[in-house]
């Protein structure tokens, strides 16, 4: 698929020897140290941009393991406790038959965070070295990742409302399992990896792109 | 002069590794260090891997099942497999870091599971929870091991369960029923555990424990027996069934008693035999022990009808052992013929044979052939009259024909017999019962129908209904004859001659006889030291009062009276009786014969001859009276007598001879004073006496 405009020379802020601000978008002359509006120190390119990315990814992926391993939820019920992990609720669930719901938490809390994994991974690797990608296909997948972020929390909001709804003393009851605090921890880094990325960057490759030809 | 400097490349100062890291790398190296951390203390907590060899793996689960020790967990199944050779599942458990250096070779393993039986439920919750494997060990720190077998009950002592540890073994032919419970006056004090059967296979064996504070009741005096089931007896008390519990009637049970007083505690491991009952155990204290039993075989040629399974073996009258088994045999080659005999293999119980020494199957063997060599025989004997049953006895035959104990390798020792001594009761009984049979009941009922259908005829015979007609004439005759007026005077005669009498009798104690003579007795007894000759007047005067009384008994007015009674009560018999049914025709006539004798009687003036007759009593009496008026003349006279006789004695007072005459004399005379005095108060008691005689 093509962008319009993809193969023109996309002038950035730089070129211009404007700089915007981040916060309220305010477009001031290159070199000014802080917005006059909102007071915000004003960068042209967030050099330590990267670094928070990569360090926020890993914690992100760290917390993803122990995610995976430990068990989400624990059902107890009057005659047993059952524990079961991502992935093993949702493989039980398939053997139960209900795979469209069992695809859906697959979906939702696997296929989704590790993509986000790789997207951000992804985006970040491709500043810093000539891709094949577009700038504007990559553009576009930092909004959907950025997008899609919160929507992972979503595990967390059902075993929060299970766990608060379905306490009947010692009849049954459902606790969130430790991977659920990890999970969480994992798609809030993951975010904040995600804000913390310096989509401009983006652009910049594509000058240095075009312009090491040019020189 | 210097050279110039060499040219110099002029980089761009790079800012410090520091200075261009961001601080927000802090964030996963903390993390890292965390999660570090957390791994390394998770790894460090862990206790060590210990595996457990089970026979199998019902309800072991991994990660669920849990070790407990104490009914805690302290460990959990992480992994369950089958051993190398599958002889078996090995249960690798993660034991707690606490709890670890104590499973050491001393340790027990044990899968819980639910049980129900007779005595209870154990392990209840295990039925929610799932099994678990309970660890036993002690509190002391032993040498390590990582592999252990488990065992497949539960130990009879664990977790610290205090107690004595006996084993128990069976008497020969006896039972055992382990996981039984041992009590002692009706409280559990112990229980049996897993029995097994010894190598010889001739006792059950079983480990048991008592628990503390009971151990103290064993001494090596105890004796075990068995409590189970129940026992029903027949005795003279009536029918009893005796079981000590519910739980030992279903499950079997064991209880002890430590007969004789005393005795050293006894160590863990000491074996006692279990008996089967209480007697056995007591009389235990006295003879030796069982030991294995010698069999022996007798062959009968006789017919063993009664002879049983368990039937007594006696010698001497002393039970020795008793009959295992029954069969026939046909044997040509040993009995010369192919006929079928009777075998019986006994079971001799050696300790009872009372020999010295070693007592073995071996020496009871030797024993029994050298009596058998002496002439020992066996032979059948009627054990019970009632039943018919039998016992073989060992006796001494004097004259026996020689013989002599068949033994060998590989064969029953044969005991060989003599002609039996059975009392045939049976046949004695058959005997009664065929004469009963024979009885002619048949014609004695026949005999009864006829009787019975005489008596039917009798009862319905036309002058036996008449009957009742002519007892209602006779009785109208004796209407008659009662309502006749001569009947009726009877009673006012009487009453005249009674009132004769009255008076008769009021004139004599008018004239005071009984005063008068106790005055004259008076006067006898004031001349009681006299003496004299002319008293014999007295009993000749008392004899004719006698004389007079009799006559006046002889009077036949009671005897005419009786008659009379006796004539009524005749009639009346006659009515009354029975009899008089018998012979209804006669009756009648006799009837009729009363009827014309009472008419007889009616005209032949019996009546005027009763008149006369009281009318010549009552002269008699008449007389009597007259003569009685002449009594106190008499008494006078008696009186003057004794005067003269006491002026007489005084005269001879001092004479020694007629001294001893006189008290002879009075003694005579003081007999007939008191005679006298008896008289006259009879008379003043009952004045009809004279008349009577009595």
């Known amino acids: 698929m093509d962008i319009a405009g993809q193969n023109l020379a996309i002038k950035s802020a730089r070129d211009l020897g404007v700089v915007a601000c981040t916060r309220c978008t305010k477009v001031w002359p290159a070199g000014t140290a802080t917005c006059g509006r909102c007071g915000k120190a004003l960068v042209a390119r967030d050099e330590k941009s990267l670094q928070r990315v990569w360090a926020l990814w890993l914690v992100g992926l760290m917390c993803y393991v122990p995610a995976n391993m430990y068990p989400m939820l624990q059902t107890r019920t009057l005659l047993s406790v059952q524990e079961d992990t991502i992935v093993g609720g949702a493989v039980e669930l398939m053997h139960h038959g209900a795979v469209g719901v069992a695809v859906i938490i697959l979906i939702a809390s696997v296929v989704i965070p590790l993509a986000k994994f790789m997207a951000i991974a992804f985006l970040a690797i491709s500043v810093t070295r000539p891709s094949s990608v577009s700038n504007h296909h990559r553009q576009l997948l930092y909004e959907v990742v950025e997008y899609i972020g919160r929507w992972s929390m979503i595990d967390i909001f059902v075993v929060a409302i299970m766990s608060s709804l379905v306490q009947l003393n010692t009849l049954a009851a459902v606790n969130p399992g430790r991977a659920s605090l990890f999970f969480a921890l994992s798609v809030i880094f993951t975010m904040l990896s995600a804000q913390a990325f310096d989509s401009r960057m983006i652009w910049d490759v594509q000058a240095k792109q075009k312009g090491a030809p040019e020189e | ?694």
């Open chain 2, 1 to 694: 002069m210097s050279d110039a400097p060499p040219p110099v490349t002029i980089e761009p100062a790079r800012k410090s590794f520091l200075g261009r890291a961001s601080v927000v790398w802090i964030i996963p190296i903390l993390a890292l260090a965390m999660a570090l951390g957390v791994a390394w203390q998770t790894y460090n907590d862990r206790g060590p891997l210990v595996e457990i060899v089970f026979e199998n793996g019902a309800g072991i689960a991994k990660r669920e099942t849990e070790l407990r020790y104490r009914d805690i967990a302290v460990g959990v199944v992480e992994d369950v497999r089958f051993a190398e050779d599958l002889s078996g599942v090995v249960v690798a458990v993660r034991v707690d870091k606490e709890v670890a250096p104590y499973v050491d070779a001393s340790s027990t393993f044990w899968v819980v599971r639910p049980e129900l039986t007779t005595t209870g439920v154990s392990g209840l919750d295990t039925v929610l929870s799932g099994v678990y494997i309970e660890g036993s060990w002690d509190s002391e720190i032993g040498p390590k091991q990582n592999r252990f077998k488990g065992l497949v009950e539960a130990p009879l002592r664990s977790n610290g369960e205090e107690g004595l540890e006996i084993v128990l073994r069976t008497t020969p032919g006896g039972n055992l029923t382990d996981d039984s419970p041992i009590t002692f006056r009706g409280i559990e004090v112990g229980r049996v555990g897993k029995a097994r059967i010894s190598q010889q296979g001739d006792f059950a064996i079983a480990e048991a424990i008592i628990f503390e504070p009971h151990s103290r009741l064993i001494s090596p005096t105890t004796r075990f027996w068995d409590t189970s089931g129940f026992t029903f007896s027949v005795g003279p008390q009536g029918a009893e069934i005796d079981f000590s519990s519910v739980a030992t009637l279903v499950a079997g049970g064991l209880t002890f008693d430590t007969f004789v007083s005393g005795g050293a505690r006894v160590a863990d491991g000491t074996v006692f035999e279990v008996f089967a009952d209480e007697v056995a155990a007591r009389n235990s204290l006295f003879i030796a022990s069982e030991v294995e039993a010698l069999e022996v075989r007798v062959v009968f040629d006789e017919n063993i009808s009664g002879l049983a399974v368990d039937a007594p073996v006696e010698l001497s009258g002393l039970k020795i052992g008793k009959v295992q088994s029954i069969s026939g045999v046909v044997d040509a080659d040993e009995f010369g013929d192919s006929r079928v005999r009777l075998n019986a293999v006994l079971s001799i119980q050696p300790a009872r044979l009372g020999l010295q020494g070693e007592v073995t199957p071996e020496a009871a063997l030797a024993f029994l052939s050298t009596r058998i060599e002496e002439g020992l025989r066996a032979r059948l004997a009627s054990a019970s009259l009632l039943t018919g049953g039998l016992k073989i006895e060992l006796i001494q035959v004097d004259d026996a024909p020689d013989a002599v104990l068949l033994t060998g390798e590989g064969i029953i020792p044969i005991i060989p017999t003599t002609e039996s001594v059975i009392s045939d009761a049976t046949a004695t009984v058959e005997g009664v019962v065929t004469r009963i049979n024979n009885l002619p009941v048949e014609e004695l009922l026949n005999s009864a129908i006829r009787f019975l259908d005489s008596a039917e005829a009798f009862v319905s015979d036309e002058d036996l209904r008449e009957t009742p007609q002519d007892v209602r004439a006779l009785l109208g005759d004796v209407r008659d004859i009662v309502a006749s007026d001569d009947v009726r005077d009877i009673p006012a005669k009487l009453n005249a001659a009674l009132t004769r009498i009255e008076g008769l009798v009021a004139e004599l104690e008018e004239q005071k006889v009984a005063a008068r003579l106790v005055a004259a007795l008076d006067a006898a007894e004031a001349a009681a030291n006299g003496v004299t000759t002319s008293v014999e007047g007295v009993p000749a005067l008392v004899d004719q009062i006698r004389a007079v009384a009799a006559k006046a008994e002889e009077l036949p007015l009671e005897e005419l009276a009786t008659r009379l009674a006796a004539l009524t009560s005749s009639a009346e018999k006659v009515l009354d009786t029975d009899a008089a049914r018998r012979l209804p025709a006669d009756l009648g006539a006799a009837l009729k014969e009363i009827e014309a004798t009472l008419s007889e009687l009616r005209e032949g003036g019996a009546i005027g001859n009763i008149n006369a007759t009281l009318d010549s009593t009552r002269k008699a009496a008449d007389a009597v009276a007259t003569s009685t008026q002449d009594l106190p003349a008499l008494v006078d006279r008696v009186r003057a007598v004794l005067d003269q006789a006491s002026a007489t004695i005084t005269g001879y007072n001092k004479g020694d001879v007629l001294s001893r005459d006189a008290r002879a004399a009075l003694r005579d005379i003081s007999k007939a004073a008191d005679a006298m005095t008896s008289l006259a108060r009879m008379l003043e008691r009952n004045p009809s006496a004279l008349i009577r005689g009595r």
